[in-house]
């Protein structure tokens, strides 16, 4: 069975920096598209940042040059580098990764882990 789990979250002050990475795990046959959405209290979750598999990536307006996604794929890792943090960025971070497994060889049925909090205060 494919596991996503997510690891790097914690408090920062602002301005701080914070690096998240997802590592898949399982009989992993592919992954294709990696990303990162995040959700904060009474909001509703949005996407921060994606990676294809061939290392394309796209970011939600409000990263404004602040983040980096990347992918090892030989980890089956995917990460998000994120500088110049503020308050608005508190929310909890989600991993999600269309994967290929034993499971579901023909297909990539999408996967999320179950998330790690970033929260930024002073």
């Known amino acids: 069975q494919v596991q996503l789990v997510e690891s790097g979250g914690g408090l920062v002050q602002p301005g701080g920096s914070l690096r998240l990475s997802c590592a898949a795990s399982?009989?992993?046959?592919?992954?294709?598209?990696m990303g990162w959405y995040r959700q904060a209290p009474g909001k509703q979750r949005e996407l921060v940042a994606t990676?294809?598999?061939?290392?394309?990536?796209n970011y939600a307006d409000f990263v404004e040059g602040r983040f980096t996604i990347s992918r090892d794929n030989a980890k089956n890792t995917v990460y998000l580098q994120m500088n110049n943090l503020g308050p608005e960025d508190t929310a909890v971070y989600y991993c999600?990764?269309?994967?290929?497994?034993?499971?579901?060889?023909?297909?990539?049925?999408?996967?999320w882990g179950q998330g790690t909090q970033v929260t930024v205060s002073s």
């Open positions: 999600n990764a269309a994967v290929r497994s034993n499971l579901f060889p023909s297909v990539y049925p999408r996967y």
């Open positions: 399982g009989n992993i046959f592919g992954i294709n598209d």
């Open positions: 990676i294809t598999s061939g290392g394309s990536t």
